[in-house]
């Protein structure tokens, strides 16, 4: 329910920074709800449940293999590079006339096999898990026996039976309906009327029904988890208050330490590991962090980043009222080209977790999005879509909050990780066009 205006002078007085969020301009913020790793309690999930995550992964790896080639020579494991980019580290130093301390990388999740998003994670996660699930309770399978029978014609028929739905303003959509339509599923994706085209003519493609909705994000999860209700045979991919989504997320951890340790990079006290994690419900960025948090403990130091029109989880986090708040009630109407972030009410379950590990958030407006993107393709000739460029924003602000001079972190040994989220689907003549927007908001700032 929108709150009238003096409730939200009210909102106001009591959290000064939504008086700037309110009127849509790039904050940075600082949770001081975060805590020490020690004094974390009552989480929903723990490293076991992370551990168990990725033992799936594992059971998987020969279906995953067989059934998508491209994985075969990683073995079936659905994982990215992670890339040092002193290019765009100068890029960024000039742009924001602020010298970056320490070592930047990126985690190139816009090159994710599959789905071509982080997305890979948490969805392809959330329907193998299904899928193994309903396979036990059939007694079709075993943890003891070979997972790639899962590409087989009796599997196939199997699933063929039953339906899966989601709600998705387009890549969460994406790994569901790929992976679902893999195995067998039927599978029906409700789609926000801001997901692109070309993520509804891909679906399609490959053979996901696409059901378009009217109004955004939470309406297109509504109306998917209503109509998956009528089916008896459908599991719904909820993305808004997801387990199975969070955990799938949260194994990128476990990947990103062995990624770390063979480039010979050192994580612990006096080497500070800061991660920027674009954020749309708090899902993968909350399960990265959670996961890193288990990883590194104290050490890491992880930052969500939202477009300044849909700041759904610092909404959330500031007022600590989580998925009760909508930006839509204070006002805001959740318009932003970085469809994978337009998102206005933040999930239930990663909020609860990430109210006690993230070290912040910030905003940043969408013409900057652009202009990284540019900055990143010249520098490091590597694509990424417009939401995936929120993270890089990410050392300057953080740095100019006192956050590690306050700590007594020593800079000059940090390790910057962008998390570069999506991008590798996205069609060349969509390519070119968010290219030029970069190059011209860049023009338009340099006069
Ligand atoms: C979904 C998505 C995110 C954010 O994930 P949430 O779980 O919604 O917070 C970030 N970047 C891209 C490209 C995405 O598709």
């Not at 494991?77 to 990388?105: C, F, H, T, W």
């Not at 990780?417 to 290219?435: I, K, N």
Request: proline share 4%.
């Amino acid at each position: 329910m929108a709150f009238n205006v003096n409730e939200i002078e009210g909102w106001k007085k009591r959290y000064p920074l939504l008086k700037d969020i309110l009127e849509l301009k790039e904050v940075t913020w600082l949770n001081p709800n975060a805590r020490d790793m020690a004094q974390v309690e009552g989480l929903a999930v723990n490293r076991q449940d992370m551990e168990n995550a990725e033992a799936l992964w594992q059971r998987f790896a020969p279906f995953i293999a067989e059934a998508f080639p491209e994985t075969a020579a990683q073995g079936g494991i659905i994982e990215s590079p992670l890339k040092r980019v002193d290019g765009m580290k100068a890029q960024l130093n000039s742009q924001y006339g602020a010298e970056i301390e320490g070592v930047l990388y990126v985690k190139c999740d816009n090159d994710l096999p599959i789905a071509g998003s982080v997305k890979a994670r948490g969805g392809i996660y959330e329907v193998l898990q299904h899928a193994e699930q309903m396979a036990l309770a059939e007694g079709m399978i075993d943890a003891s026996k070979d997972y790639s029978q899962f590409a087989s014609e009796r599997f196939r028929q199997f699933f063929s039976g039953y339906s899966l739905g989601v709600g998705s303003t387009g890549n969460l959509g994406l790994s569901i309906g790929i992976a679902g339509a893999k195995l067998g599923f039927q599978t029906t994706v409700y789609m926000s009327d801001d997901a692109k085209q070309w993520k509804k003519d891909l679906l399609r493609a490959k053979g996901a029904t696409v059901r378009e909705c009217s109004g955004d994000f939470s309406k297109a999860i509504s109306e998917g988890r209503e109509a998956t209700k009528q089916d008896p045979t459908a599991y719904f991919v909820d993305d808004e208050k997801s387990r199975h989504l969070f955990l799938g997320y949260s194994t990128a951890a476990v990947r990103l330490k062995t990624q770390l340790q063979e480039q010979g990079i050192i994580v612990d006290r006096e080497h500070p590991l800061f991660v920027y994690l674009p954020c749309g419900v708090g899902g993968a960025p909350g399960g990265i962090a959670f996961g890193l948090k288990q990883v590194y403990g104290d050490a890491v130091h992880c930052f969500f980043a939202e477009p300044t029109h849909s700041p759904a989880v610092l909404i959330g986090l500031l007022t600590g009222e989580k998925e009760k708040v909508c930006v839509q009630d204070f006002g805001i109407e959740n318009r932003t080209e970085a469809d994978g972030l337009a998102v206005g009410r933040p999930s239930s379950f990663a909020s609860s977790i990430s109210e006690q590990l993230v070290s912040g958030a910030y905003t940043l407006e969408d013409g900057e999005l652009f202009k990284l993107l540019k900055l990143l393709s010249d520098s490091e000739n590597m694509f990424i879509e417009p939401s995936a460029a929120a993270g890089f924003p990410g050392p300057q602000k953080i740095l100019s909050t006192g956050y590690a001079a306050a700590r007594g972190l020593n800079m000059a040994n940090a390790v910057h990780v962008v998390w570069a989220t999506g991008g590798s689907l996205v069609p060349q003549e969509e390519r070119e066009h968010f290219y030029q927007k970069g190059t011209d908001g860049l023009q338009r700032t340099s006069r």
